[in-house]
């Protein structure tokens, strides 16, 4: 079969390879619909998880399942599915301990483009399929529903950890289709004011329309203290750190309130550090919490992100702004993630 691949960091290109093969617990999926992710730039063209060689990319996919093994119960040939970008063992002390997404080691659960070949090629393996996969409702669109593996799970997973309560007043920095998901999240667990920092109109006007109430546009001066100007010197109750570089960690610590939760979703591809101010930390003494956590996938994640999709508590069919038909244009779709036109929030490619 052929697939795109990270051939080394810095270079992507087809390349040939054998199909995969099912194991007992296993299904073989083909791709309908594929949509790569701005962790794919940071992990071919940053290095940011360390060298790859080969590595068919892509871990944003719906599928038909091809093929299952013989101890899959739930699941045939011909079914529509919704895949995780994060399939877990789900037999291994660390998701028995509630920390699925690091099973078999830190961020293990990360599997597809990471440690094995991803979703962008004919075929692709999902290990321990009746835990990791989850049925695709006819109604949800093909472009809607590849939102649903990584965009909404992380962007959700950011307003969880923030732990958001009813009429709290929360930052989310970066608003690229995370970001924005981060925000919808936010306004789902109840969030009162809510001030989104980024600056493409295209994607301003999507956080307004899953809940800003307010813009701060990091090209017109330091968000520290355009935070602080909004909200009289206060700060804010929590922070969703959705896109930046490394300093972006301590801008959320000297906007957070005391007591207040630095949620962080970003995939921080650069640096050896990640930086905390002392002095608004409190001297480490200020109960500002950060928290940092890779989005939960498997079935059961899966199945209730799907309901609200089909149930119309959320629509993030708004983030797909170019969507390509064939397999043949997963160069074209990764290389607009890397340079990001003011157009662009994110691209899927069809494959069906």
């Excluded at 393996?125 to 472009?143: R, S, T």
């Excluded at 079935?299 to 064939?326: A, C, Q, S, W």
């Amino acid at each position: 079969m052929k697939g795109f691949a990270m051939l080394r960091i810095g270079e992507v290109g087809w390349i040939e390879k054998d199909k995969p093969a099912a194991g007992p617990y296993d299904a073989i999926c083909r791709p309908l619909a594929i949509a790569p992710c701005t962790s794919d730039i940071h992990t071919v063209f940053e290095g940011a998880i360390g060298e790859r060689h080969n590595m068919i990319l892509g871990h944003e996919a719906v599928g038909e399942v091809v093929e299952v093994g013989s101890e899959v119960r739930d699941f045939k040939p011909g079914d529509r599915v919704v895949v995780p970008a994060i399939t877990p063992d789900w037999r291994t002390l660390e998701a028995a301990a509630g920390f699925h997404q690091h099973s078999g080691g830190m961020l293990a659960g990360w599997k597809f483009s990471n440690i094995k070949d991803g979703s962008m090629g004919e075929f692709f393996h999902v290990n321990d399929a009746d835990m990791n996969l989850a049925l695709l409702p006819d109604e949800i669109p093909l472009e809607t529903a590849v939102m649903i593996p990584d965009m909404v799970t992380t962007g959700l997973h950011g307003a969880e950890m923030a732990d958001i309560q009813l009429g709290a007043t929360i930052a989310v920095i970066g608003i690229g289709p995370v970001g924005l998901m981060g925000v919808a999240g936010a306004k789902l667990r109840g969030a009162g004011r809510l001030i989104v920092v980024g600056s493409r109109p295209i994607c301003v006007e999507a956080a307004k329309y899953y809940g800003a109430t307010d813009v701060v546009n990091y090209r017109d001066g330091d968000i520290v203290e355009q935070i602080a100007k909004l909200t009289g010197g206060k700060g804010v109750d929590a922070v969703i750190i959705a896109g930046g570089k490394p300093e972006v960690v301590a801008q959320a610590v000297k906007i957070t309130k005391p007591g207040g939760n630095i949620s962080n979703i970003n995939y921080h591809g650069e640096g050896e550090f990640l930086p905390i101010p002392r002095v608004e930390w409190g001297s480490g003494m200020a109960h500002k919490t950060v928290r940092g956590g890779l989005c939960p996938g498997g079935r059961l994640r899966m199945e209730m992100l799907i309901d609200l999709v089909k149930y119309n508590r959320l629509d993030p069919g708004k983030l797909v702004t170019h969507v390509f038909k064939g397999i043949e244009h997963a160069e074209r779709a990764l290389l607009l993630m890397k340079d990001k036109p003011r157009d662009l929030i994110k691209p899927v490619v069809l494959v069906e």
